[in-house]
């Protein structure tokens, strides 16, 4: 079974930056999987922000992040990263790496001066 454990969120000033971490564990070779990041706002719904595919070469954004947003992996790491920069108050919420049925638990990310 697979596990996800998000990791880096935190407070940060519009306008800065923040990476966060996706550890997976529980296979064989992280290399199988493609991974997405999600996000959940204050009462909203949450939403598919961005996902890279199993090797790395296929990769998109949702349009409120991209150019500010880069999703990367290291499968020798068994992690998935989300370098956000620039980033503004609508970026607040909780964030969740994912593949098919499996979730982790989020980290919050608040964006406010």
């Known amino acids: 079974q697979l596990q996800l454990v998000e990791s880096g969120g935190g407070l940060v000033q519009p306008g800065g930056s923040l990476r966060l971490s996706c550890a997976v564990s529980g296979f064989i070779h992280l290399d199988y999987y493609s991974i997405g990041w999600f996000r959940q706002a204050p009462g909203k719904e949450r939403e598919a922000i961005s996902c890279?595919?199993?090797?790395?070469?296929?990769?998109d954004y949702a349009d409120s992040v991209k150019g500010r947003f880069t999703i990367s992996r290291d499968n020798a790491k068994n992690t998935v990263y989300l370098q956000m920069i620039i980033v503004n108050p609508e970026d607040t919420g909780v964030y969740y790496c994912?593949?098919?049925?499996?979730w982790g638990h989020g980290t919050q990310v608040t964006v406010s001066s």
């Open positions: 890279i595919s199993s090797s790395g070469s296929s990769i």
């Open positions: 994912n593949h098919q049925e499996y």
